[in-house]
């Protein structure tokens, strides 16, 4: 199977190096960093949930802060993807991992998709993970088609494939891909959930990360694709896609 970077032109990546940091949110400090962010995308940006359920807590400064968390976070790995010239974060995503008091703990899309075939085998599930809280901030999202999305990617992928490849949102998107196989090759795991936009599943395809659909379209603000890649498919061949 050929990597993104066989698919990816040149300046594509490195524009994505050029303007994008990958953050690795190995600190008390950066974790709070990808839960404001995601108070910032999920609360104030799109309202997908509700301000009263985040967590008020302070920052470095002593600056009161509100953090966007659930029950998962505690057993999940976090990036961050930072825009090089402003120092801001545009985007984060974490990986659900199995928990270590309980290999047959469910995950989110167990809980709220109908899955055809759950995985219920207890060595799979050592294994397994799921992408979630892969999220843009709008700050970032600048064309027309993208501004109504989480993961900042346009209906139309053949946008992503011209001489205009340099100044397109999917800089991030492809960037904190490539921070989720970080974290699915450090933490050797073979299956990953995700419940994906459609738009975005088309784009990861194009560079031969392809998911299979584990269950019907589901709607949660928009349709999401229930979806699972394994280690014979997409994580076999993770993106070519330069960390910066």
Known sequence: ??????????EFRA??????????CDTDELR??????????YVL????????DCRLAEDSDGKAVLLEQDEFDERSDHFLLKHRR?????????????SPRDVAAPYPIELHCPL???????????????????AVSKEFK????????????AENVENYFGNDERRVVPHISLGLIAAVWRMVE?????HCYAVMEPALLRLLSRFDLNFDRIGPDVEYHGIRVPCLATTDQSLASPPGVPCP
Do not use: C, W
């Open 142 to 153: 600048r064309r027309i088609g993208e501004m109504g999305t989480l993961s900042g990617v």
């Open 116 to 134: 055809d075939q759950p995985i219920n085998d207890v060595g799979v599930r050592a294994r397994l993970a799921e992408i979630s809280r892969f």
């Open 45 to 52: 940006e799109t309202g997908y949930e509700n301000a009263r």
């Open 15 to 24: 524009a994505l190096h050029h303007y994008f940091e990958l953050v690795h």
């Open 32 to 41: 709070m960093q990808a839960y404001q962010l995601r108070y910032q995308i």
């Open 86 to 98: 402003s120092g801001l974060y545009a985007a984060t995503a974490r990986l659900i991992l199995p």
């Open 1 to 10: 199977m050929p990597s993104v970077a066989h698919k990816m032109s040149p």
């Open 186 to 190: 450090q933490h050797r795991i073979t």
